[in-house]
């Protein structure tokens, strides 16, 4: 078994193309009592269909259609490693952040200011992801396991070769950099 990290369709494909190298997370209603963390290090990305994604971005497309059924089939094309992850309590820095995201900032401080399942009002979580094609995708069907509003699932993967022929969709000096930012702002360099 493999962990996904299930995140919106335009979000994932944002990933994928290099335009967004961060996570923003609250985390959702099945969290825990601990409310949500970026548990794993080491992740795919597991797109979700949420009907009204498109309203809380910025830019990217996405035909609006119904979440994922039982039995329907689909793609894990992607795979991210959070190279770190961390906790801002400051809008400042969540401000900062807008070059290297597509969210709104309405919905970002909707997220920021939410309060509840373990997760205190002013503050938001931070991944660094790098992001990596995998080779071959992983074709799925899905199942009722995969439901709910929950970031982490667990998914079946039997095949090691798939990360290890990956591709990263940065290349390391772009992300070099990228890290070095990202590092200024949320004031760990």
Known sequence: MSIAFKEWQVICDALASG??????RKGGIHEGREGFSFAHRSFHLFPTKFHAQTDHVREGQ????KEWQVGDR???????EAIFAGTLSDWAQVEALQPYHIYTEETLRERFDWEGKGMASGSIHLALVRVSALKPPL???YDTRFGGCRSWVEIPDDDAARLENAENILG???????????SEIMGVL
């Open 62 to 65: 996405f035909t609006p259609e």
């Open 74 to 80: 689909f793609a894990i094309t992607h795979h991210a």
């Open 139 to 141: 074709e799925l069907t």
């Open 19 to 24: 335009r967004q190298s961060i996570l923003l």
């Open 172 to 182: 390391q000096d772009v992300f070099s950099t990228l890290f070095e930012r990202i």
